[in-house]
């Protein structure tokens, strides 16, 4: 069983920085394209960034530079690095794991952007 755990989502005032974390295993790490997803609420989940095992990485039309994903120089982690965060950026974020005959989701973490 893959498993995917998520840090480092809080509260955070618009403008502000967060940078969450996804731990996996080295073999997923180096095999699966590792992404982060966002669901508000009473919206559908959609995509943040994601980068595949050669590197590539892909955001989100909303993302416009504002957020960076990297895979960690510590094997098993891949990172999102968010600034200046909005209000509508609020939404619990979840990292994902996925290969053509498997995909695999975390835990989910809450980040809220509030004055």
């Known amino acids: 069983q893959v498993q995917l755990v998520e840090s480092g989502g809080g509260l955070v005032q618009p403008g502000g920085s967060l940078r969450l974390s996804c731990a996996v295993s080295e073999y997923v790490f180096r095999i699966y394209t590792l992404g982060w997803y966002r669901q508000a609420p009473g919206k559908e989940r959609e995509l943040v960034a994601s980068v595949d095992s050669h590197g590539n990485n892909n955001y989100g039309d909303f993302v416009k530079g504002r957020f960076n994903i990297t895979k960690g120089t510590s094997k098993g982690k891949v990172d999102l690095q968010k600034n200046s965060l909005e209000i509508v950026d609020t939404a619990v974020y979840y990292c994902?794991?996925?290969?053509?005959?498997?995909?695999?989701w975390g835990q989910g973490t809450q980040v809220t952007v509030s004055s």
């Open positions: 994902n794991a996925y290969v053509p005959w498997a995909g695999y």
